[in-house]
């Protein structure tokens, strides 16, 4: 599985709360299950009764187990799955940070295969790193800019090709750069403007 996985990953990490206060979400992409399987469910039987049976495919069993995985270490983030084809601006949840991946990320961070520990540790820890530099791109755009600054998103993708970038939608202009340094000399150019 790990050869499927390009070497650029290909998560967004957004925040779409004020500066102060992050805020993320996951984008949940609904495919049609290849087979299911039947579970028992206790909380099924207290609701409906003892013969109740409920299947989850296979697809929402690896989400909830990613969702699980990368919750526990990031308790301020929703966890996505989107298409190549999805706006990624629209994708949103109700916490601090969304993260989005791919489908094929997803069935990686999933994979209990000794073949795939690497690439998913490598995965892993990009994740990481992008968490920590979303925060980061978060404070320095809080220290320049005011209350009178609309900030409607911010946040880091990886493209394909594995390039960073930087972006935040303030007060009805997007911007988008390489570096967080030029992201915010941007913002800052068109408020000396006003």
């Given amino acids: 599985m790990a050869s499927g996985v ?24 609904a495919r049609t299950p290849a087979k299911t399987e039947t579970r028992d469910s206790s909380a099924a039987k207290n609701l409906f009764g003892e013969g109740v049976k409920f299947e989850l495919s296979p697809e929402v069993e690896m989400y909830g187990r990613v969702v699980d995985l990368l919750q526990k270490k990031y308790d301020n983030a929703d966890v996505f799955v989107a298409g190549p084809d999805e706006d990624l601006s629209q994708i949103g949840g109700d916490l601090e940070y969304s993260i989005i991946l791919s489908e094929d990320e997803m069935k990686l961070l999933a994979s209990d295969d ?13 994740i990481d790193d992008a968490m920590k530099m979303v925060t980061d791109l978060g404070n320095k755009i809080s220290e320049n800019t005011d209350e009178k600054d609309e900030i409607s998103n911010f946040g880091i993708s990886f493209g394909n090709d594995g390039k960073l970038n930087f972006f935040a939608d303030m007060n009805g202009n997007s911007y988008r750069s ?17």
Avoid at 182 to 190: E, G, P, Q
């Fill in 6 to 29: 390009s070497s650029g990953i290909n998560q967004l990490f957004t925040s779409k709360e004020p500066v102060n206060v992050r805020s993320g979400t996951i984008n949940k992409n």
């Fill in 114 to 126: 000794p073949n795939d520990k690497d690439a998913k540790d490598k995965l892993l820890g990009q």
């Fill in 178 to 194: 390489g570096s967080v340094d030029d992201l915010i000399n941007s913002i800052l150019s068109d408020k000396t403007k006003e």
